[in-house]
């Protein structure tokens, strides 16, 4: 049997004391797309990186065409014929599209560059995936799905005989998704092996031949294509038959309105596009111990909607009531003292301090309670620190150790505790569960649940249906910055919900 | 707690790697300190004599005041190039009010009190510190760029007030109700130096700001991560604006200081010390991006570059030599904190292999 163009051998990897893979085994065939199937945190990206010499695995090896290899650098894996179109976005926004394609890879002759050639190879790619773009534009100036495309154009001109797509759509149009599937198909018949990650499923399955599926940082089920169905998929990734587990909504009353949103319309904040806003009109009311989730896909105008509400960024439009004050005009600071706090997408980013210990990040937000006549009373902040360690449950050896050292897991219980110290009425959540594993999850749901029961509102964004399906009251759908639906988890199924998700994207594309 | 950097792979216990991180930097400044006492004092009897002591800790002071105003800024990730000129002006101005300031619209002169006058020339420090401080949080101007340009300003305003020349006539006048500038800022109470005893206080007070007040916690929370500490609520811009005023203030501090010192206002005055105050700040182990940085530290640095000069100077090293080796410690000094962690990673990789 001829030996397949990747395959990754007992590979693990330990970031701290999280094991993001545990002895996976991998192998995708050439002239085959390979679809890997997990939930966030499963490992997916990770293994994805370890083949693309982005990480070092910990243990474990790796075989190109039967030999075995290392990968220390993405030159290495390129020289290998290993070629990544990432997740996020890895292009620099002041170049042109050209120098975007070209970039580390310039064709240049005595040092001087050939750009006549690198715009003859842009134009027949950008004329493969039936886009008009003059390669001379400067990517800041695409849309999301175009600067997608261009991502994708430059993996196409490199010559690669393994090419990983993760999350190769998430910003494209049907339209864009269906010449990028045909695409798939001629390159699949040059003998490309193609690795095809994606968060809508039944996209998936439409173009792979071959299906693995990842669950906490194990492969748990292999199959080809032919031989299953969306289901196999969904009860492999979530451990279980796939049931809707009953809504639990016992012991829940549902009080006051914390929070009224009336038509609020949020501009779009960055300028790659050149839609003016990446919210409108949307409405929305959240009751004392309710909890509501917000579903939609990338670009729906989530995470903006989150950052306006937590006064990050201003309402162009509309009003914002706060247990019956308008707080529309409060800053950050004093919409946390009103009740009102946001745990951050990207904890890494937006909510850790790394430099500080664990007690200290869990105090931040609540420091000024501890503060008397100008001093910091530090038997108080140690006694509330001490509490919330142990109320949401942190897994660490002290308050002094410093966050790196905690797990993802925990390291997100940490920024939700120091929101709940503040003592807020309502908790706003933006993808909450986001790389973490799943034992995780379920705590930090079980905590907010709890904290539901003592009255708190709680809006969470989330891009799994499940969680929305387990967990809310009620599920509101986003899409292209407008609210498409809003529905009881009991009367709806998460294929419709992911159908609605998507529905006006075909209108919503411009350029 | 528990310090044991012979096992620092292992967390133990409570002890806690970030406190065990800064105590190693501080040791390795407080090392270099022990090896310059103890190389200069074998090349000078003179050294560790008592005056010279000193005197050595006075010129520290001037720097070491400027460098606990620096470490503020450089705690929030910023820098703060125009306390040098700061120094100039405020002393210049304390000068100028000293010399008798004209009533505008009248042919009077008005002799302020030296309290006024200490509290005027403040004044002036903390102004040009807050127009830092606007410039880089609400204008979102780079720090490099706005106190640079701040130092020419500053600088340029200081000698438009002297007109280039220096003043002299400090001593005032008892009739005027203006006497006793020289003998109240350069006093030495306990026969040691008024800087040293402004330094030891302004050691405290900013120590206990920095360890127990809201601002202090905010300060290294967004000295640590802007966007995080914003979103937790921390008001960014309100501590980015305090820390260039309170920057000034040191500055003006030394302004005054400095001064009463030289027994003369020179326009010059402080020129370069924001350089030697960043070299102290580094030297005491706080990072440039921010978030890490101790008092104690930064003490230490001044001590460590005050040192190093004045020795270089008592055994009679060229002047050109003297900067040489100061610019060679400074690199030194950080360069041993990056190549541990180099070390320490490839230690890392190893084990993980």
Wanted: glycine share 10%; with cysteine; net charge neutral.
């Amino acid at each position: 049997m001829r030996s397949a163009a990747i395959e990754a051998i007992n590979v693990s990897k330990n970031y701290g004391v999280t094991q993001a893979l545990k002895s996976a085994n991998f192998k995708a065939e050439s002239g085959q797309v390979t679809a890997l199937f997990g939930e966030n945190g499963a490992g997916k990206s990770t293994l994805m990186k370890i083949l693309a010499g982005i990480e070092r695995p910990t243990s474990g090896e790796i075989k190109v065409f039967g030999e075995k290899v290392e990968i220390y650098s993405p030159i290495d894996a390129q020289s290998l014929g290993i070629t990544i179109i990432h997740q996020e976005l890895s292009l620099c926004p002041n170049l042109s599209v050209r120098d975007n394609i070209f970039m580390g890879r310039e064709n240049s002759k005595l040092g001087f560059m050939n750009y006549t050639h690198e715009e003859e190879v842009t134009r027949r790619v950008l004329a493969q995936l039936e886009e008009v773009i003059d390669p001379e534009t400067r990517v800041e100036n695409l849309r999301l799905g175009l600067q997608q495309i261009v991502e994708i154009a430059r993996a196409l001109t490199i010559n690669s005989k393994v090419l990983i797509m993760d999350e190769p759509t998430s910003a494209l149009s049907s339209t864009e998704v269906a010449v990028l599937f045909k695409v798939i198909l001629e390159l699949k018949e040059k003998g490309v092996a193609i690795i095809y990650i994606s968060h809508h499923l039944e996209e998936a399955l439409e173009i792979s031949d071959h299906a693995i599926v990842l669950r906490d940082g194990q492969v748990v089920a292999e199959a080809d294509v032919a031989d299953i169905d969306l289901e196999w998929v969904v009860s492999n990734m979530l451990g279980r038959t796939f049931k809707e587990r009953a809504h639990k909504n016992s012991g829940r009353t549902k009080g006051r309105n914390i929070l009224e949103i009336k038509n609020a319309r949020i501009l779009e904040r960055g300028i790659a596009t050149s839609k003016l806003y990446a919210v409108e009109d949307f409405s929305l009311t959240v009751k004392a111990g309710e909890i509501v989730s917000i579903y939609g896909l990338m670009g729906a105008g989530r995470t903006e909607l989150m950052e306006a509400l937590a006064g990050r960024d201003d309402f162009a439009h509309g009003e914002l009531l706060l247990d019956g004050i308008d707080v529309k005009h409060l800053s950050v600071q004093n919409r946390i003292k009103a009740g009102m706090g946001l745990v951050p997408e990207d904890r890494q980013r937006d909510g850790l301090i790394q430099q500080m210990s664990v007690g200290s990040n869990l105090s931040l937000a609540s420091y000024m309670s501890h503060i008397k006549r100008g001093l910091v009373n530090r038997s108080t902040e140690k006694t509330k620190i001490e509490e919330a360690i142990k109320n949401v449950r942190v897994k660490t050896s002290g308050r002094d150790m410093p966050i790196e050292s905690l797990s993802g897991g925990n390291q997100q219980k940490v920024v939700l505790g120091r929101m709940l110290l503040t003592d807020p009425k309502i908790l706003l959540l933006d993808e909450p569960t986001r790389g973490i594993d799943v034992g995780a999850k379920g705590e930090i749901f079980d905590l907010l649940r709890e904290r539901a029961e003592q009255g708190l509102a709680i809006l969470f964004v989330t891009s799994e249906i499940s969680e929305a399906m387990n967990w809310s009251d009620r599920i509101v759908v986003m899409s292209r910055g407008h609210v498409v639906g809003i529905y009881k988890p009991s009367d709806v199924t998460r294929e419709e919900i992911m159908s609605i998700a998507e529905s006006t994207k075909e209108e919503g594309a411009r350029v | 707690m528990k310090l044991n950097p012979l096992n620092r792979g292992e967390r133990t216990g409570t002890s806690s790697k970030l406190n065990r991180r800064a105590f190693i930097i501080e040791i390795r400044a407080l090392v270099a300190l022990a090896i310059i006492v103890i190389f200069f004092s074998f090349l000078s009897d003179k050294f560790l004599q008592y005056s010279n002591l000193v005197l050595m800790t006075r010129h520290v002071a001037m720097n070491a005041i400027l460098a606990i105003g620096m470490l503020l800024v450089i705690l929030n990730g910023g820098i703060d190039l125009s306390v040098g000129s700061i120094v100039g002006l405020s002393g210049v101005v304390a000068g100028y009010l000293m010399q008798g300031a004209p009533v505008p619209f009248t042919d009077q002169v008005a002799y302020p009190n030296i309290w006024a006058v200490l509290v005027i020339s403040l004044i002036v420090g903390m102004f040009f510190g807050w127009l830092n401080g606007l410039l880089v949080a609400k204008l979102n101007i780079a720090p490099f760029i706005a106190t640079l340009g701040m130092l020419y300003v500053a600088r340029g305003f200081a000698k438009l007030i002297t007109n280039g020349e220096t003043f002299t006539k400090l001593s005032g006048k008892p009739e005027l109700g203006n006497a006793g500038f020289l003998s109240t800022f350069a006093a030495r109470p306990l026969g040691i130096p008024l800087p040293i005893w402004v330094m030891i206080v302004f050691a405290i007070v900013f120590s206990v700001i920095l360890n127990r007040t809201a601002f202090g916690r905010w300060l290294y929370a967004s000295g640590g991560n802007q966007r995080a500490a914003a979103l937790t609520g921390v008001p960014i811009t309100k501590v980015n604006v305090r820390i260039y005023v309170l920057s000034g203030f040191c500055a003006a501090s030394v302004g005054v200081l400095f001064t009463a010192d030289l027994q003369a206002a020179i326009p010059n005055m402080g020129e370069f010390s924001e350089l030697n105050a960043i070299a102290a700040v580094v030297i005491g182990g706080t990072a440039l991006s921010g978030g890490r940085g101790t008092i104690r530290g930064t003490l230490i640095g001044a001590f460590v570059i005050g040192f190093l000069v004045d020795g270089l100077v008592l055994i009679g090293v060229s002047v050109f030599w003297q900067e040489t080796i100061k610019g060679a410690v400074i690199i030194i000094a950080v360069a041993v904190e990056e190549i541990q962690r180099i070390l320490e990673r490839r230690q890392k990789l190893k084990s993980a292999s």
